[in-house]
Structures are given as C-alpha cells and as structure tokens.
C-alpha cells in the first residue's frame, strides 16, 4: 500500500499531459501510486495517458461528469494514506511528494498541506512564497494569511484520504470547487506550509481549469459563505479578495451590472490603498491598465494589484 496517492483529472491535454505524469515519476519520493481519471476526453489525451506502463499507475476512463467527479473517483479508488492532487497542465519539481511527506511528518495531528510554487506567465516563472518566519508553518485559518498571491492551488495541495471522505469531496455541479472544498475544509483544519517550491502552475494553459469559469458563475461560489463570512472577518476579507478581482474582471467586460452586484456586498475596508483607487477607475482606464500589466509581465515584472 503506497504512503501517497496521486490523482490527476484529465480533460483534452494532450500537450501538457506528458509533461505532468512525468513530473510525477520522476518524484525523489518514491512510495506513491498515480491515478489518472480521464473524463471523457476528445483529443489524444488518454492515448497518451495509456503510452505509461509502469505498474503504479491506474487509468480510469469515464463519460464526462466535471473536475469534480472526476477528482471524486480517483480518491475513491485510492489505497494510499495521503491524497496529493495535480492537475493535467502543471509540473511537480522533484522534490514535492518528499516535501509533502515531510509536511505531515512535522505535524502529524494536522490534515491538509501545502508547498510555495512558481506561477508561470508566458516564459517567465515568479516565485510565490509566503514570508513566514519559519520554513514549516501551520496556519489556522489559512485564508487569514492568503490576502495577496494566492496561498495554494489544488496542484500543490494534500489532504488525509479519511478527512477528504469525511468531508464528502468536492461538490459537483459548480464552478470554483477547489476553491469552495478549500474554504470549507480549511473553516475545520489547520494548513500545514513549506515555504519551499516544489510546484510550477502554469497561468496561460489553455483550458486551464481556473481559465474557462465564466463570470456570471465564478460569483455564486460567494453564496455558500454569505453567512459564515457574517461571523468571520477572515473569510470576509478572502471573500472580498474575490469580490475585488471580479469586480474588475466585470468593469473591463462591460458587465457593469454584476460589477455593481459584487459592489453592494463588498467592504472597503478590507482593500488596500491601490484597490480603492482602481475600483473607482471607468473601464477604459483598467483595460489600458491591464494592457500595461500585460506588457510588463513579459518584460519580467509581476506587477498586482494585491502587492501593498
């Protein structure tokens, strides 16, 4: 029985999928067994899948059901202890599984885990690595330190297989259930984190999962949390967090309708000074704004509006 179980949900990558699976095999730590769901792909992604011989790997075909089926299935069928979870158009360096591993060593009480990584733009990788003073840190609720750069994806996340079945997975059916699975899970357990990069997310993927939400769906995620947040100035600060990017996300689509919906449940209190400024800009200033950030990106500066 391997010490970790990885599941990788695939949907028509085929010209990342190699990539990711390789990563995996050539983890440093080697007690883990791969499981790729494949949910209903149209292109060579699962011809390619299958090209993978190696005895740790299971494949699993299905009709399509959503990320979150899929991802469901693959834990269901799991044997191992841990559940590290990667995408299908991101890369593990070689150390993650062994960092993961020493995660839950240091804290062996705690549930769920998480690694610093590199967000990939284009050719340009920037590190995203959270300032705590200690390599290894547990963080309670962990959405109370996740006010800039995203704290994790799903990519470099783990969780106990017994915890994930407690909490029944992810929820089918919606748009942003990771994000939806890590607020709830993270309301109950303490985040293990290395500030060690052992993941590369890759921004621009096409199809990436973050990628295709559309709008008017990626805000109802909010309604799950519209009483907790009452109650927990943490999550109402990560919620608005939220609220902001698709505030603006909104306003340079013209969609000023769902800008001035997100507006009314917002505090502006949770926003740093460069957030009041730009929320109040008309929609033609953010655009040329966001040319701008685009421009410079490429030129190797990460500009954000959530850098104080």
């Not at 029985?1 to 390789?22: A, D, F, G």
Request: net charge positive; glycine share 4%.
């Amino acid at each position: 029985m391997p010490r970790i179980s990885v599941v990788i949900p695939l949907y028509n990558k085929e010209q990342y999928i190699k990539n990711t699976i390789e990563s995996v095999l050539n983890q440093n730590f080697k007690d883990f067994e791969i499981i790729i769901v494949d949910d209903g792909s149209t292109d060579r992604s699962l011809e390619i899948a299958k090209q993978y011989k190696q005895e740790n790997i299971k494949i699993i075909s299905q009709k399509n059901q959503g990320v979150a089926v899929a991802r469901n299935k693959g834990v269901e069928l799991a044997t191992g202890e841990l559940i590290a979870f990667i995408d299908a158009d991101d890369i593990w360096l070689s150390n993650h599984l062994s960092e993961i591993n020493t995660l839950c060593q240091n804290f062996p009480e705690e549930k769920i885990f998480a690694t610093a990584y590199y967000l990939k733009i284009k050719n340009k990788q920037y590190p995203v690595v959270h300032n705590f003073k200690d390599k290894y840190t547990l963080l309670k609720p962990y959405y109370r330190y996740d006010q800039g750069h995203t704290l994790f994806y799903i990519s470099n996340f783990a969780i106990k297989k017994s915890i994930f079945e407690k909490s029944k997975g992810f929820k089918p059916g919606i748009d942003g259930e990771d994000t939806e699975f890590f607020i709830r899970i993270g309301q109950k357990q303490a985040l293990g984190y290395s500030k060690e990069i052992t993941m590369i997310h890759l921004k621009e993927a096409e199809n990436s999962l973050f990628n295709r939400y559309k709008l008017e769906k990626k805000i109802k995620l909010l309604d799950f949390f519209k009483n907790d947040e009452q109650n927990d100035p943490d999550l109402k600060a990560y919620l608005d967090k939220h609220r902001f990017a698709w505030i603006m996300e909104a306003s340079m689509n013209g969609k000023h309708d769902i800008a001035q919906r997100l507006k009314k449940d917002l505090s502006f209190k949770t926003l740093n000074a460069k957030q009041k400024i730009l929320i109040k800009l008309p929609s033609f200033l953010l655009r040329q704004l966001k040319s701008v950030q685009r421009k410079l990106q490429q030129s190797g500066w990460h500009l954000s509006a959530f850098s104080k």
